[in-house]
């Protein structure tokens, strides 16, 4: 059984930086953080293979977000430099057990697991 459990969230300002960290249990073939803003679609922030061979990111973070991950200490993280006010919203680190293709990562309905959540509140 696949579980997960973020954390790392907070508020900042504009400009400023934050961690979010993800504990994995299971095996997993694909992880990735999502993001929901209020009245807001939930949408794919990035994603990473198992094995750190693939990563991808939405076009608005890119140069400004990373994802990477140490399996060592089963732990996913997103570092993200650089926070606008549109980043604001609830942080969920998601994974899956079967592999898929990039258009499918970007669909939160190919992720079966899905951890609690972490608020993140960017004030500009």
């Known amino acids: 059984q696949v579980q997960l459990v973020e954390s790392g969230g907070g508020s900042v300002q504009a400009g400023g930086s934050l961690r979010l960290s993800c504990t994995v249990s299971g095996y997993t073939v694909i992880r990735a953080w999502f993001r929901q803003a209020p009245g807001k679609q939930r949408e794919v922030v990035a994603t990473i293979t198992a094995g750190s061979t693939t990563t991808t990111y939405r076009d608005s973070v890119k140069g400004r977000f990373t994802i990477s991950q140490d399996n060592a200490k089963n732990t996913l993280y997103l570092q993200m430099n650089s926070l606008k006010p549109e980043d604001t919203g609830m942080y969920y680190c998601?994974?899956?057990?079967?592999?898929?293709?990039?258009?499918?990562?970007?669909?939160?309905?190919?992720?079966?697991?899905w951890g609690q959540g972490t608020q993140v509140t960017v004030s500009s």
């Open positions: 998601a994974a899956s057990i079967w592999s898929m293709t990039d258009s499918q990562a970007l669909d939160s309905t190919y992720f079966r697991y």
